[in-house]
């Protein structure tokens, strides 16, 4: 994931008492709601990685009602609460699809530079791995080549006591 900030956003709705807790990849509680029935809530994080979130009911839940959880997890330029962005700076319209759209553009172009790098990255370990192999097929080529004339050189001496040469 690049550096630029990126958004997560997350709404939860659900019935019954509720335990919640949201924890980013490096161990950070981003989240964390006790005994609710319903709401929503959204969190901006630059942490890149996969994102844990846990649902529990505590020990008096009745068993025989139903538990329904509803997750609408978004990241990136779909997390943007787009109607609020729309009252704050009084827009509507073709206007507000076009910073919809401006947005993705954005969002595209920060991803076109992360993957850039990463392929610059990937190419010189690429690289370096060739350089590597081909180093070892000249040292296992020369090691081949100086065996087989030691070889040579033994054999040679072997026959002539033998005296066969």
């Known amino acids: 994931m690049n550096t630029s900030q990126t958004v997560r956003h997350s709404i939860f709705a659900w019935e019954s008492g509720f335990f919640l807790q949201v924890t980013s ?8 709601q006790e005994n609710v029935t319903h709401g929503q809530f959204a969190f ?3 942490e890149g990685g996969n994102y844990l979130a846990c649902f529990w009911i505590d020990g008096n839940h009745q068993r025989s009602k139903g538990v329904t959880v509803s997750l609408d997890w978004r990241t990136g330029i779909a997390a943007k609460d787009w109607e609020s962005v729309a009252r704050k700076e009084k827009i509507e319209g073709i206007e507000l699809e076009l910073r919809k759209l401006e947005g993705i553009v954005e969002a595209i172009g920060e991803n076109l530079i992360y993957l850039k790098s990463r392929e610059a990255e990937m190419r010189e370990v690429s690289e370096t791995t ?6 070892f097929s000249i040292m296992s080529l020369a090691v081949c080549f100086a065996v087989s004339v030691l070889q040579l050189v033994y054999l040679k001496t072997f026959f002539r006591k033998k005296k066969l040469i």
């Open 44 to 46: 901006t994080t630059t």
């Open 25 to 32: 990849p490096y161990g950070n509680n981003l989240h964390h």
């Open 130 to 135: 060739n350089t590597r192999v081909a180093m």
